[in-house]
């Protein structure tokens, strides 16, 4: 008998409900094509939990993720609860779960899309063929480190308090995805501290370095987080995989999903030791502007689905035939008004959803 995959659905704020019932769908397809069973359940993360429970991660929620064999987000946040102490912001929510689940490895990758390469912002020539992983740790560093918070000094004056810490065996387990993930793709991983000025960098870079020997196929470079930074707006051609901590990978994700001009597109997958629920989710935010009006695009959450098949459950061919009909919407000139360049077939969330469908049953 075919085995039943759990599916534990957080659609969250926002855009959330709409590019999920998308993504949702496309499985669903995804299913009957592949001869694979899903049963999903739904549970309440961020805004939407906030409202109905009181706090961002319910404990029910954290239960229903950890019995599933994979976790499909949308997006969580809005305006409404910005305001919050941060104990109870959306945010706070997304973190728990993280740590929850022992999500410590984030997989983003940046790929230009050649059908939306001018919707770049930097010259054609610069982005084109860009392709690149960001393998981010995500449970340490200085977004978990003790101390942290904000305390009162003996003079009365407050300080704001916040710890970067990495173990050896953080840093080892995030640099062994790190290695992995680039000798699945060009071979090339380069690793990015501080280690000019942090100690806990230079600690990281360590690691990295001794670990190399285990890996004599992958070539292993260094850069310091701020050139980092300028390599991948001045030459992000040079990069294949890119390894790096909590804040710097935060920061750095974000820079290399820009240089495709569509953070729309684009999935991530944060995953924990092997058995235990991976967690997929669009890298672009709830976009509470726009939400319930049918303007979103479903792509980045309809390839963090399969993201969710490849990485989550093993399927890749069915990821492959998602990842597929993706581009063949977009061949096929269907654009969303994050993407629309002239004379292509605007398009809603909903019709875009159906035309994606239409691809998939071709
Ligand atoms: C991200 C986001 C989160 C982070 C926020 C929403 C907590 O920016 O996933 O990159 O900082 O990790
Ligand atoms: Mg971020």
């Not at 969580?76 to 305001?83: H, R």
């Not at 449970?139 to 009162?152: E, N």
């Not at 004056?157 to 062994?176: F, L, S």
Request: with cysteine.
């Amino acid at each position: 008998m075919t085995q039943t995959y759990r599916i534990t659905l957080l659609p969250g704020d926002g855009i959330g409900p709409e590019i999920m019932r998308v993504a949702v769908e496309a499985l669903e397809a995804i299913a009957r094509q592949f001869d694979l069973r899903f049963s999903f359940n739904e549970a309440l993360v961020g805004g939407a939990a906030i409202d109905a429970t009181g706090e961002p991660l319910p404990a029910d929620t954290l239960e229903q993720c950890c019995q599933s064999d994979a976790v499909l987000l949308a997006a969580i946040g809005g305006y409404k609860w910005d305001n919050l102490p941060r104990a109870q912001r959306p945010e706070t929510g997304l973190l728990g779960l993280r740590a929850g689940l022992g999500l410590f490895a984030n997989l983003r990758p940046a790929t230009i899309v050649p059908q939306l390469i001018d919707a770049s912002t930097l010259k054609r020539e610069v982005v084109e063929g860009v392709d690149i992983m960001v393998v981010r740790e995500l449970t340490g560093g200085i977004y978990f480190g003790q101390p942290k918070g904000i305390f009162q000094t003996e003079t009365g004056a407050q300080r704001g308090v916040n710890t970067m810490a990495y173990t050896t065996a953080e840093i080892d387990r995030i640099a062994k995805v790190g290695f992995e993930t680039a000798r699945q793709r060009g071979h090339r991983l380069c690793s990015v501290d501080k280690a000019n000025v942090l100690d806990v960098s230079q600690l990281w870079r360590d690691r990295l370095t001794q670990m190399a020997s285990q890996y004599p196929d992958v070539e292993l470079s260094h850069l310091y987080v701020d050139n980092a930074a300028m390599q991948l707006v001045r030459a992000p051609k040079q990069f294949d995989t890119l390894v790096t901590g909590n804040l710097f990978g935060d920061i750095l994700s974000d820079a290399a999903a820009m240089l495709t001009g569509s953070i729309g597109m684009l999935p991530s997958a944060s995953l924990g030791v092997a058995g235990t629920p991976g967690l997929f989710e669009p890298v672009h935010g709830s976009a509470p502007d726009i939400a319930g009006q049918d303007k979103a695009n479903p792509l980045a959450q309809v390839l963090s689905a399969a993201m969710l098949l490849r990485y989550g459950l093993n399927q890749p061919q069915a990821a492959t035939k998602l990842e597929m009909a993706v581009t063949q919407v977009l061949e096929q000139g269907y654009r969303t008004g994050d993407i629309m360049s002239a004379g292509l077939k605007s398009v809603g969330c909903r019709a875009m959803g159906e035309a994606l469908l239409a691809a998939l049953d071709a």
